[in-house]
């Protein structure tokens, strides 16, 4: 049987790649293969470390998940992020992390009162679905459409991803 933790943990990490893979900006880096061949594996691997980091860090501030991110995408994906979309991934993510928050507080003393009856819940690993599916977006209002944005290689080998100058 699945309990209650293990369900919202699955839950959780669940959040937090669907903002990910709405990310232009990752998504572009992974497309054009910016963190080298294996971009796709370490695009999953980020999932993983941004829930981690926003579980071990109790009083993250939004400034601190956008400093994360960007080291990420520098130092995995050679890729500068200057598009504007840095603050929106922090705020999304400490959104999801207080949906987490709020969510096991609203129900912990309802687990302890489920009897052994309960039904059993099946929880599956999304891990093994590609990490960016092509044109998918879970927030279209909050994403950059790709066609905005540019990207150009700079002098010393990073990939800047800027917003089209109109």
Known sequence: ???????????????????LEAWPALRIAVENSFGGAHSREKALWLGGAVRDY???NA????????DFLADIMSTEFD???????????????????AMEVR????????????????EEMEVTDSRETP????????DPSAATSLASIGHEAAEEGWIVIQRKKK
């Open 79 to 97: 890729t500068l992020v200057e598009d504007g979309s840095l603050p929106q991934m922090g705020r999304k993510q400490m959104e999801v992390k």
């Open 54 to 56: 926003l579980v071990q």
């Open 1 to 19: 049987m699945v309990t209650f933790a293990e369900q919202s943990w699955a839950l959780f990490g669940a959040g937090v790649r669907a903002v």
């Open 103 to 118: 969510t096991v507080d609203n129900n912990s003393d309802q687990e302890e009162k489920v009897d052994g009856g309960a």
């Open 131 to 138: 990490a960016l599916p092509c044109g998918t977006q879970a």
């Open 59 to 66: 009083d993250l501030e939004q400034d601190e998940v956008e």
